[in-house]
Structures are given as structure tokens and as C-alpha cells.
């Protein structure tokens, strides 16, 4: 019975004592994590610093996503013997020039995918990768300050595919009005006198128009950290059949010195590209802008990112 005792009370010294020390190692954790939080309070303070002085700031970072997979007489499935893949990459890219008096914004956006399903059994099947996303853009801001967070400005954006029917179409925005900068991170452009040049060989479906521009763009850089937001919207004064807009949304994770985690969507309305891809690519020789069906356009990336 003593022994019993004796055995009980040692193992309940014993589990008090791990307690303690467990007890013990969860508070030193958390006074380090707190030491971790004001440490990067303190580095966060001082790049805000760097980002207000005037100069140059160049930034990059990117997404890439990658998928292959092989199957042999894997009878459970329609396609027993086939291979298939995807690749996507996007890079988001900015140079911004700040002074005293005035500023220049550029910036370029990147999204390209290719895909493939190759069915071993179909020799006349494409076997090959074909070209899915496909999205090129850039932009150049200039402004004139009127005070800190006002200018007079003029902006010329671009967009256009690079992998298929390069500028056709393409759409080229140049216009003048205000910009409103609340802070370095957002940028807002209002030009009500813009022209958008749009280049096509169907000239009777995608027509150049004046109208108004309006363009948001939102950066972000917090440790490790990466978020952009650009809106680009245009609206036409001669028929809302002209009007069109772009949104997307970029995000990346830091995991492991530059590598990490990605994600981009977007978003497009363009009623000119709807009826152009109803009478050309699906045959609806009936289709006018009055009937087509002009869904909302999307994308999206996921994968494994680099910070430039």
C-alpha cells in the first residue's frame, strides 16, 4: 500500500511539475511575441518613412502556378490514359517617381496561363499546351500638385492580349483631369476628357469613343505582405455599348525568404469583346448589342509566389 502511495504522489509531482514548466514556457512564448509585434511596429514605422521621402520606389512581385498530372489505365475515370497540365504566371510592377512638386505613377500587369488535356488513346487530339488567361497591362500617371493630396494629371494606360490576336484588340486611354492621393498607398484619377483608341480589324464592332476615365489603384506593402487593387473604368459619352472596366486583385504571402504563397483574380465587363466573341468565335451572325448576352468576365491564379 506504501508503495502505491508512494508511486501516486511521485507521478503527481511529476505531472505538476511539467504543468509548471509548460505553464512557464507558453508565458516566456508569448512575452517573445510580443517583443516580435513591437520590434515590427518599429520596422513598419520606419519604412513608412522611406515611403514618404521623395525619389524612386521600384517594386515587383509574382505569382506562378504549376499542375501536371499523368494517368496509365486508370480505368475509373472517362480518359484512362491522358496527360494534363497548367501553368499560370503573373507579375505585378511598379515605378513610382516622387517629388516635391509633382509625380510620375507606371505600372504593368502580367497574367499569362497555358493549359493542356492530351488523350493518349486520340492521336488527332492537341497534345500540346494552349493559351488560356491572357492579360497585359500598363499605365503611366504623371501629376502636377496642386497641394498635398491634389494634381492636375494626365494618364495613358494600355491593355491588350500578348499570347493571341495581339492589339486586337488592344484599347489605349489618354486623358487629362485630377488625381486625389489620400495617402501613398491610394491613388485616384477622374479625367473627364479622355479618348479611348480601340484597335481591331472589326472595325463595325469595337469603335474609339470620348468619354470619361476613372482609375483607382491601391498598393500595399506590410513585413511580408503584398496587396494590389487596380480599378480601371471607362465611361463612353457616345453609347453605353462603349463602356467597359477592369478589377483586379492581386495578394502574396512571404513564407520563406522571397518565395510564397499567391493569389490574383479579375474581373472585366466589355460588351464590344461579348459581341465580338458571339458572331466570330461562336457563329451568331444574329447577335447585336442589343441581344448579347454580356456576362461578366473572370479570372483567377493561385500558386507559389516570388517577391522582386
Known sequence: MKKILFI???LLSTTMLIAQTEEELKATQNAKKDSIAAIQGRVNAIQAQLDALPGWKIGAFGVIG???ANFNNWYAQGLP?????????TVNAFANLKEEKFFWRNSGNINLS???????????DDSGFR????VFNISSLYGRKLSDKFAISTLGEYRTTILNNFNDPGYLDIGVGGTWTPCDDLVVVIHPLNYNFVFSSEDTIFNSSLGAKILADYTKNIGSINFKSNLSLFQSYESGDLNNWTWTNSFSYTLWKMIGVGFEVGLRNNKQEALN?????????GATFDNVDNDLQTYWTLGLSYKL
Open 66 to 68: 504549376t499542375n501536371l
Open 81 to 89: 490514359n491522358n496527360s494534363s497540365g497548367n501553368i499560370g504566371i
Open 277 to 285: 466573341y458571339a458572331i466570330n468565335t461562336l457563329g451568331n451572325t
Open 131 to 134: 493559351e488560356s488567361t491572357d
Open 114 to 124: 497555358w493549359v493542356k488535356l492530351d488523350d493518349k488513346d486520340d492521336p488527332t
Open 8 to 10: 501516486a504522489g511521485l
